[in-house]
């Protein structure tokens, strides 16, 4: 069974701080792997999607890594602003149709 | 229109009774999932359609919830005799097929559910 982990489950840091969020999963025969950004009481957005023969994707400030071999994953954020205050999710789509998800880091960003 | 649509965006509902969660899809969107996300968990796979195909309901967690999709567009999460537990927030999500290399998937604001 496929388990996502994402550590740390909170972090909280000084406007202009670039920073790390870590995704780690258990079963390396993933499809992709999709990080996410959920505001309070929003639905999802989709940040970054990395094809499984893809090491990484970038999107402005944005910057997804993987490591399938391993089963990690990162998102760096550069330059960190109060806006990026959100939960950040990631997800692999393992087997089938479904997406696994980790249980989310929450960011707060403070001016 | 422009993103995922649900209704209704709350439903506080009483123990037992039926409720049904629509979800509106981006056009042009065959693939759609209902995800579960409850108070301090992670999301929670619920059922996928894609086109015409058998969905996969793998994920619903008891014979009082079932999906359809009209259509290829509409879909309908039912939940009947709810319990507490069932209170939730339901997230509906779309995207192009899998295997097209662009399967990002668009959520909606999603639907929060109290049952009393």
Same mark, same amino acid.
């Given at each position: ?17 670039? !920073? ?41 400030? %944005? ?11 990162? !998102? ?12 950040? !999710? ?22 | ?41 992670? %999301? ?60 990002? %998937? ?11």
């Amino acid at each position: 069974k496929q388990e996502v982990t994402q550590i740390p489950a909170a972090l909280s840091v000084p406007e202009g701080e670039n !920073l790390v969020l870590n995704c780690s999963f258990t079963d390396s025969a993933i499809y992709n792997l999709q990080w996410f950004r959920q505001d309070p009481g929003k639905g999802l957005t989709s940040l970054l999607l990395i094809q499984s023969s893809q090491r990484e994707q970038t999107s402005g400030r %944005l910057n997804a890594s993987l490591d399938k071999s391993s089963g990690r994953s990162t !998102l760096y954020i550069a330059a960190s602003q109060p806006g990026d205050s959100a939960t950040y !999710l990631c997800a692999v789509r393992h087997h089938g149709n479904k997406l696994v998800f980790g249980a989310g880091t929450i960011l707060r960003v403070k001016s | 229109g422009a993103g995922v649509s649900q209704s209704p965006s709350n439903k506080v509902t009483e123990k037992g009774k039926d409720v049904e969660l629509r979800c509106d899809p981006i056009s042009g969107h065959t693939a759609l999932y209902w995800y579960r996300q409850s108070l301090g968990q992670g %999301l929670e796979f619920l059922i996928y359609f894609q086109g015409n195909s058998a969905p996969d309901k793998s994920g619903l967690p008891s014979d009082r919830f079932s999906a359809e999709r009209t259509g290829g567009s509409v879909s309908t999460l039912t939940i009947q005799r709810t319990q507490q537990e069932d209170s939730a927030v339901y997230l509906c999500a779309s995207s192009l097929p899998s295997g097209q290399g662009n399967e990002k %998937l668009f959520f909606g604001s999603g639907t929060q559910l109290s049952v009393l």
